[in-house]
């Protein structure tokens, strides 16, 4: 079976819902705005619910704004809302996965203005999307500049370089695949030795960090 990482909008009027199926599917909802419950939990702006399979996500009666992260089988259907609207951002179907576990992450990677993140990798694929300022990602022989709501994909293993924009602080929402190992640690790694020392001018904020089986 291949895998695709997903990324979805979801637009939620007052007590509008998105009802998930007992599909076995990690998911991850970041709430851009508004709140939500889910079980008999919360979630409010800049919060992030993690769950697997059957669950129902509803919105409060001042409406919310998700973003859901799916980690979903190759042409797996999409789940829509009701009472509100739903917009595939992005999907990426990727290499084969290991058998073994993985780690499920989801946090945020902030910067000042003219902040950088300086060449570096990943140790697994992931999705970013940028929530607040402007960036501009430099890969593959490519130079993307994305705006707010702006989503793209990152393999893990080719080398990036991040610049933000200058005028103003810069953040995007990412959610990653990495081996298991790596929970509660870091997965970046620079590639030239003189940047290893320098100060680091991004900050990251921790959401979700949970292991998970295929």
Not at 12 to 25: I, K, N, W
Request: charged fraction near 20%; hydrophobic fraction near 45%; charge should be neutral.
């Amino acid at each position: 079976m291949r895998w695709a990482l997903r990324l979805v909008e979801d637009q939620l009027a007052g007590g509008g819902a998105v009802v998930l199926p007992a599909d076995g599917v990690n998911r991850i909802a970041y709430v851009v705005h508004g709140g939500i419950e889910a079980g008999r939990a919360d979630f409010t702006d800049d919060t992030a619910w993690h769950g697997r399979g059957a669950a129902t996500l509803r919105a409060g009666p001042e409406g919310a704004a998700l973003w859901r992260f799916e980690l979903v089988p190759e042409g797996a259907p999409l789940v829509a809302a009701t009472g509100g609207r739903t917009l595939e951002k992005l999907c990426v179907v990727l290499p084969a996965l290991p058998d073994a576990a993985l780690l499920l992450r989801c946090d945020s990677v902030a910067f000042p203005p003219g902040g950088c993140a300086f060449l570096h990798t990943h140790q697994g694929p992931g999705i970013r999307c940028l929530i607040e300022g402007g960036i501009r990602i430099d890969t593959a022989g490519h130079s993307t500049a994305y705006p707010p709501g702006g989503a793209w994909f990152e393999a893990g293993p080719e080398p990036v370089f991040a610049q933000a924009a200058t005028d103003r602080p810069s953040r995007f929402i990412r959610v990653m695949l990495l081996p298991a190992r790596l929970l509660g640690q870091s997965s970046i790694a620079y590639l030239r030795e003189e940047d290893r020392a320098r100060p680091k001018s991004q900050r990251y904020k921790g959401y979700v960090d949970a292991v998970i089986a295929l």
